[in-house]
């Protein structure tokens, strides 16, 4: 065979061999999200389903990412490998009350964990931002993006299942998890 003959059949390997590399998925791993302890982000792209490891014993959802309703047990889930998104769910996930410490041995004391929250009234119309909320949890607003009033009450709040504002008002907002 001639040099160029060799060259070519060596190119066309090389590209048959980049693109079953390319084939070949990487299981999806869990990344860290915030400045709480232990906390992931999990999503289901493209509307397949996928699986984050974490050490936990149960998850619950912080945040929902998606405009897809993330439920439990139908597009989102916990099992003895970690958590599980499916159908275009994503979200951020924290250790359920009971899902610390980790298998295998004691944990550290849990400091409350702080989760960030972006809730924004566009044309001063009320918005609903989905973030499971529990009893105890406290939320807070830490930084106004608009030059709207944002008054706790009366242009933002909030329900067990999420952050609300209204009239025009965008801000961050602090949720406070204690464990």
């Known amino acids: 065979m001639s040099v160029i003959g060799r060259v070519l059949l ?3 390997a090389t590209v048959a061999i980049g693109f079953s590399l390319l084939a070949v998925t990487a299981p999806l ?3 860290q999200y915030g400045p709480g302890p232990g906390g992931v982000y999990c999503a289901s792209n493209d509307n397949r389903f996928a699986r984050c490891q974490v050490p936990w014993r149960d998850a619950e959802l912080v945040q929902q990412s998606s405009k897809t309703r993330c439920i439990r047990d139908q597009t989102w889930g916990f099992d003895r490998q970690g958590i599980w998104v499916d159908r275009g769910c994503r979200g951020q996930f924290a250790p359920a009350r009971g899902g610390w410490p980790p298998y295998g041995g004691p ?3 849990r ?3 702080q989760v960030r929250v ?3 009234s566009h044309g001063s119309n009320y918005q609903r931002c989905p973030v499971e909320l529990r009893r105890d949890d406290s939320v ?3 930084n106004r993006l608009s030059s709207a ?3 706790e009450g009366r242009s933002w709040g909030w329900t067990r299942d999420g952050i ?3 009239r025009g008002c965008r801000a961050d907002f602090v949720v406070e998890r204690r464990y």
């Open 10 to 12: 060596s190119g066309a």
């Open 29 to 31: 791993r869990a990344q």
């Open 149 to 151: 009033d944002c008054r």
């Open 164 to 166: 609300w504002v209204d």
């Open 111 to 113: 400091p409350p964990q």
């Open 140 to 142: 807070r607003l830490v």
């Open 107 to 109: 944990g550290p004391q």
């Open 118 to 120: 972006r809730c924004e």
